[in-house]
């Protein structure tokens, strides 16, 4: 069904959305498909859920400020946590396998984001315009582990869709 990510030689990935009212994202290359992003209510808080070919995540909130993000795998194990600094437009993401990386958007006026560590650089970039059903996503030319790139570009879309949320609650109260 889905394809392992694991080619370096693909620069431009693309995150679709499929549906309106149950909307659910699909990464792809245009060529395969290498997972997708889908949203489920469980006990009255929204959790975030990733399916790829060979492994499944879980994103849910940490706490009543939901300032932190947990990372789960399929078993319900904390494999990483991401923390979002308040008044600050930066992410830190920590993952239980060492690997650090920071998520922040490159201006206030573009709809452009960044994943970017301190060891590996700019990893991943992602243009998100406001009023379109495909996101662009592009993959560095970093020496980052292959296999967390897939992670970063889902987690990424999963926190523009929350700052959009947050936004759109903000601007409609």
């Not at 946590?81 to 206030?108: C, D, Q, Y």
Request: net charge positive.
């Amino acid at each position: 069904m889905y394809s392992v990510y694991n080619n370096r030689n693909i620069a431009t990935l693309y995150m679709i959305r499929h549906g309106w009212l149950k909307p659910e994202y699909e990464l792809t290359d245009n060529v395969h498909s290498y997972g997708r992003l889908t949203y489920k209510w469980i006990s009255a808080k929204r959790r975030a859920f990733v399916e790829m070919a060979d492994r499944t995540i879980g994103f849910r909130f940490e706490g009543f400020w939901k300032t932190s993000l947990v990372i789960t795998d399929s078993n319900e194990d904390i494999i990483g946590k991401l923390t979002m600094k308040p008044f600050k437009r930066r992410s830190i993401l920590e993952m239980n396998s060492g690997f650090k990386a920071t998520f922040r958007r490159v201006s206030f006026w573009k709809s452009q984001y960044v994943w970017e560590s301190d060891m590996y650089g700019p990893i991943v970039r992602i243009h998100s315009p406001s009023f379109s059903s495909t996101d662009n996503i592009l993959i560095e030319q970093s020496t980052a582990p292959v296999d967390v790139l897939p992670l970063l570009a889902f987690l990424g879309l999963h926190l523009i869709i929350i700052r959009r949320q947050r936004e759109a609650a903000i601007a409609s109260s």
